[in-house]
């Protein structure tokens, strides 16, 4: 239930994942070589020490349990000014956007994931400027329309992952929109219909569609799109399954269907 006091004696250690069900101790803080901190469980995180000083090494962390404020007080802790990748997992809450508000001063921030309930803020300001990849893995969104003009307008995001909690929706992408975005990976994402307009997603180089059973067909522009190299779709639905059956792309791209529907 507790990190034993010797751990927090190993000056010198870098990795450190913790599964705890009650608390940390706070000695945590201490360890400044520390580079990868993952710290899981139900219980409370380890409290920050009066005038901690900064984790300048810190360059991984993910923070999961069940008290959001203390979530929101570690990233508005400051010590963390070099952190490059953050996960976070904590049950729906009203304190949610004020967590996801509170990453815009990360300002290395390049990878984020948010794990199961937590609902991704509609303001571009809210994100750090310069994220690169963005993993949203059982995310729930109550409109997801606005959220994805949010992430079209973040212009350094190259990665997009979207894992299911997506439901119905209509993918509206319109021009100008995800600029460097280069992978787009949408797997049980029950997309319905895909609008994309000239000159959204420019430098798309590759499409994982996965197991998205209500998207019936991809739009005409996709195929336009001169940077893209390689579209692989696995468990489509028949309808979309025959739509791609005969068709050649365009550019040099590769299309790849797997496990389609007979």
């Known amino acids: 239930e507790h990190l034993p006091d010797c751990v927090c004696s190993l000056w010198n250690l870098e990795t450190l994942h913790v599964t705890y069900e009650t608390t940390v101790s706070s000695k945590i803080w201490t360890l400044k070589r520390l580079r990868h901190l993952y710290l899981s469980g139900d219980?409370?995180?380890?409290?920050?020490?009066?005038k901690a000083n900064r984790m300048?090494?810190?360059?991984?962390?993910?923070?999961?349990?069940?008290?959001?404020?203390?979530?929101?007080?570690?990233?508005?802790s400051g010590i963390f000014?070099?952190?490059?990748?953050?996960?976070?997992?904590?049950?729906?809450?009203?304190?949610?956007?004020?967590?996801?508000?509170?990453?815009h001063?990360?300002?290395?921030?390049?990878?984020?994931?948010?794990i199961e309930d937590l609902e991704l803020p509609s303001d571009t300001n809210a994100f750090p400027s310069n994220l690169i990849k963005i993993t949203l893995i059982l995310a729930a969104f109550s409109n997801p329309h606005p959220l994805m003009k949010t992430l079209g307008r973040l212009t350094n995001l190259q990665i997009l992952k979207l894992n299911s909690g997506i439901d119905d929706i209509l993918l509206?992408?319109?021009?100008?929109e995800f600029p460097q975005l280069q992978l787009l990976h949408m797997r049980q994402i029950y997309v319905r219909q895909w609008r994309l307009e000239k000159d959204a997603m420019p430098r798309l180089r590759h499409l994982v569609i996965d197991k998205c059973y209500r998207l019936s067909e991809l739009p005409e522009e996709l195929w336009s799109l001169t940077a893209l190299r390689l579209v692989h779709v696995l468990w489509p639905p028949k309808e979309l399954a025959n739509s791609l059956k005969d068709l050649e792309p365009r550019n040099g791209c590769k299309l790849i269907v797997s496990n389609a529907s007979q």
Request: proline letters at 7%; charged letters at 20%; one cysteine or more.
């Open 43 to 50: 219980g409370k995180l380890p409290v920050l020490m009066p």
């Open 105 to 114: 001063h990360l300002n290395n921030l390049h990878s984020l994931k948010v």
């Open 172 to 176: 509206d992408i319109g021009r100008g």
């Open 56 to 76: 300048e090494n810190l360059q991984t962390l993910l923070l999961s349990g069940k008290h959001p404020q203390q979530i929101i007080s570690l990233l508005n």
């Open 81 to 103: 000014p070099r952190l490059r990748k953050l996960a976070l997992r904590c049950p729906k809450t009203h304190a949610e956007s004020a967590m996801l508000s509170s990453l």
